[in-house]
């Protein structure tokens, strides 16, 4: 099973700075990785697949980067909507994994 | 717009049964593979299981074969996760996702249900 590490655990920055989250993979997934925000009391929203594509309505501020093992989240300008905890997960091999999640606090 | 609700959820004892179900609308069920994901509380995220759109291929994580089975009605645009012999450790919320396209096991997960909570009292 391909073990996906995200760093840090927590990254606390306030309002209108960029935010740089990481996922490393334990293998390469080429670009078939995916990131997720999640809200207290809500469900994973996806935001970005396949690396560095959005997904449907996410707005520009959020970009993703990275192939192989090494991945990247950017947050270009934080919006207080912003402050939640992300997750990584890959879909290259089965089992489907997510990683551990990083949350991100004001 | 893409609607995912679970039902079903609740208190069981350890070793139990319990079926959990997820209504689909807003999209063309019968084109997708469909999954659960489930949540232990304050925890991660963990697949559980996956069916392709034609309920011809379904697979399981490793922590919940044998015990949980998974199907689908495309007449009806459900989804059910059938789950036996459960275990303190299946304690969690359970989310019905979308796949992006029929086949289960290259997915990421475009649309997420709010979830049903099982809870296995020991």
């Known amino acids: 099973e391909i073990v996906l590490t995200q760093s840090p655990a927590t990254l606390s920055l306030s309002p209108g700075e960029r935010a740089t989250l990481s996922c490393r993979a334990s293998?390469?997934?080429?670009?078939?990785l995916a990131w997720y925000q999640q809200k207290p009391g809500q469900a994973p929203r996806l935001l970005i697949y396949?690396?560095?594509n959005r997904a449907t309505g996410i707005p520009a501020r959020f970009s993703g980067s990275g192939s192989g093992t090494d991945f990247t989240l950017t947050i270009s300008s934080l919006e207080p909507e912003d402050f939640a905890v992300y997750y990584c997960?890959?879909?290259?091999?089965?089992?489907?994994?997510f990683g551990q999640g990083t949350r991100l606090e004001i | 717009e893409v609607q995912l609700v679970e039902s079903g959820g609740g208190l069981v004892r350890r070793g139990g049964s319990l079926r959990l179900s997820c209504s689909a609308s807003?999209?063309?069920?019968?084109?997708?593979?469909m999954h659960w994901v489930r949540q232990a509380p304050g925890r991660g995220l963990e697949h559980v299981s996956a069916?392709?759109?034609?309920?011809?291929?379904?697979y399981y994580a490793d922590s919940v074969t044998g015990r949980f089975t998974i199907s689908r009605d495309n007449s009806k645009s459900m989804l059910y996760l059938q789950m036996s012999a459960l275990r303190a450790e299946d304690t969690a919320l359970y989310f019905c996702?979308?796949?992006?396209?029929?086949?289960?096991?290259?997915?990421?997960?475009?649309?997420w249900g709010q979830g049903s909570l099982v809870t296995v009292s020991s």
């Open positions: 997960q890959q879909r290259n091999n089965w089992p489907i994994t």
């Open positions: 396949d690396a560095s």
């Open positions: 293998q390469s997934v080429s670009s078939y």
């Open positions: 069916i392709s759109s034609d309920s011809g291929n379904k």
């Open positions: 807003g999209f063309s069920f019968s084109g997708y593979a």
């Open positions: 996702v979308k796949g992006p396209w029929p086949g289960p096991t290259h997915n990421y997960f475009d649309y």
